[in-house]
């Protein structure tokens, strides 16, 4: 339980808490649920939640839940990493998708998971742990992957001398051998996955790069293990990864860089 009663912490700390106690997983969340992610005192959580209702970061729901307000919702709409991407790859992921009929999806890096920022999933796509606005980790997604790679030596380190979690039996958690799989993305820019996330899942993934040579996002395909030959989607994810980096003024030439 996080220690959000420690003596010092200010007001601002634990409106964040709050806050970031919503997840696309957990959408609404009843005051003993805020209480349990935050492990604030049921009478701080309490004041706190009503001022965040007041404001309107908070709304109240029919069945006396709380979910995200309306004004902090647009608020986030206008963090420009996100937006200006998600609008510069509009295009190509439609284009991806229709083409594919898949998963497709574009992430970042943040902190130490990769962050969902858009996605279109057919109807009859394999089943995903995660939605827009979710985590993916770094060590076993096609996306994580993508971004680790081109991350820095000293972050990789960080990454790979933390606890790696095996979420199937395929999830690749020796550093060694996942050295030896980023260098090669770094390489070729690309990554497959297959069922180290989710049993039953397998993934494709490129890196986005802007102006600078600097990878800034990684494009993703999903799909359900052996219904397709993932190398078969390369090539067209590839040429939408390359469309996407130029449209942030990436040119054949730029080296690619890590962060």
């Not at 991806?96 to 130490?112: E, F, K, S």
């Not at 989710?198 to 993703?220: F, N, P, Q």
């Amino acid at each position: 339980m996080p220690r959000a009663n420690e003596p010092g912490r200010t007001v601002s700390s634990r409106l964040w808490d709050l806050l970031f106690a919503f997840d696309p997983n957990n959408t609404e969340l009843t005051l003993a649920d805020l209480v349990r992610r935050t492990g604030m005192p049921h009478a701080t959580a309490r004041r706190l939640t009503l001022e965040l209702v007041e404001a309107g970061a908070l709304e109240r729901t029919s069945d006396n839940r709380f979910a995200i307000g309306l004004p902090l919702w647009r608020l986030g709409t206008l963090a420009p990493r996100a937006e200006t991407l998600r609008r510069a790859a509009q295009p190509f992921v439609e284009d991806l998708y229709t083409a594919l009929r898949q998963h497709v999806q574009l992430a970042v890096l943040q902190g130490d998971q990769a962050v969902i920022i858009e996605r279109l999933s057919a109807v009859n796509a394999v089943g995903l742990t995660s939605q827009i606005g979710g985590q993916l980790p770094l060590h076993c997604s096609g996306v994580g992957k993508v971004l680790l790679s081109h991350s820095t030596p000293a972050f990789i380190d960080d990454v790979l001398a933390g606890r790696l979690r095996r979420f199937t039996p395929r999830t690749i958690v020796d550093p060694a051998e996942l050295r030896g799989q980023l260098a090669s993305c770094r390489s070729t820019g690309t990554v497959v996955v297959k069922e180290e996330l989710s049993e039953g899942a397998e993934s494709v993934a490129t890196r986005i790069v802007d102006g600078r040579g600097k990878v800034v996002a990684a494009l993703s395909v999903v799909v359900a293990a052996g219904s397709i030959k993932l190398q078969a989607a390369v090539p067209s994810l590839v040429a939408s990864g390359l469309g996407l980096s130029r449209s942030l003024g990436w040119r054949p030439g730029i080296p690619i860089r890590t962060s």
